[in-house]
């Protein structure tokens, strides 16, 4: 299991949120934790702990007082380490290659391939178009609702209609290099997995992997863990084919489980 490091953005700052709070009104959120250091500074121990495919999340949309600040963040982390961190919010077929110019490794995609609550064939096949399925990162972000899992949009806001199933895994597993997967309704808690979803993780992966004649696809959850015994647990029930971020709970995000614990844990 690989452990992908984070840099969340908003209001021009590095936070750790609770991902269910986030408004776009009035540029709101329940903040854990707002660094006193710059996006680069993270980017930087990433790239000294060689720490690659970690993601850069600009949490305020084009439209925010904040978003050029944001976005400056963004990029200059992106410059700290060019080619090893994957960058998503606000990613449209027009603007992809510019961060890619920028150094990033991937795009990270979901509002705009999932629109009006279903998933834009058209707007995917652009963006495959535009940057290669080669850079191209599915961010299934999803939220629980009638006992199943749907993809959520707009920084985790809106429900769409597309479930998190094996099946649909599958199926867009055929069109970009990874997945990035919140559980936004634990994202940011510290309280626990979303053991089920996990569940269909893996489950999802072992069938990628047979798929692909033993190569596996990359899958990234994140959200809730809270302990070691969290990692563990999804570490054994990941096959070592679920990588893991760790916002809140980690000492750098002002948490309490160690950095360098949590990266010995994952790589034994």
């Keep these: 299991m690989e452990f992908r490091p984070c840099i969340d953005i908003h209001n021009g700052k590095v936070k750790q949120i609770v991902g269910g709070s986030l ?30 495919n970690g993601h850069i999340i600009l949490l305020n949309p084009p439209s925010s007082e904040y978003y050029e600040e944001t976005l400056e963040q963004a990029k200059a982390a992106l410059g700290a380490w060019s080619g090893g961190l994957q960058i998503g919010g606000g990613i449209h077929a027009d603007n992809a290659a510019e961060f890619l110019e920028a150094g990033a490794s991937h795009v990270i995609v979901t509002s705009y391939v999932f629109k009006n609550g279903q998933i834009s064939y058209e707007n995917l096949e652009k963006l495959e178009s535009a940057v290669g399925k080669e850079r191209l990162v599915l ?18 806001q809106k429900f769409t209609e597309v479930e998190v199933t094996v099946e649909s895994l599958l199926e867009f597993s055929e069109h970009c290099d990874e997945f990035l997967i919140h559980a936004a309704d634990v994202e940011g808690k510290a309280q626990g997995v979303e053991r089920e979803l996990v569940t269909i993780l893996r489950k999802a ?3 990628m992997c047979e798929r692909r004649g033993g190569r596996v696809f990359p899958i990234t959850y994140a959200g809730g863990v809270g302990s070691y015994d969290d990692l563990r647990w999804l570490k054994e ?6 990588h893991v971020t760790i916002g809140s709970a980690l000492d750098l995000f002002g948490g309490q489980m160690d950095f360098e614990e949590v990266l010995r844990i994952c790589r034994s």
């Design 139 to 156: 961010d299934l972000s999803c939220r629980k609702k009638d006992g199943k899992y749907f993809i959520v949009t707009d920084r985790w």
């Design 205 to 207: 992966s072992d069938a």
């Design 237 to 242: 029930e990941g096959g070592d084919n679920i």
């Design 23 to 52: 408004r776009d009104q009035g540029d709101q959120a329940k903040e854990n934790f707002v660094s006193g250091q710059d996006a680069s500074f993270y980017a930087e121990l990433y790239r000294g702990k060689n720490l690659a």
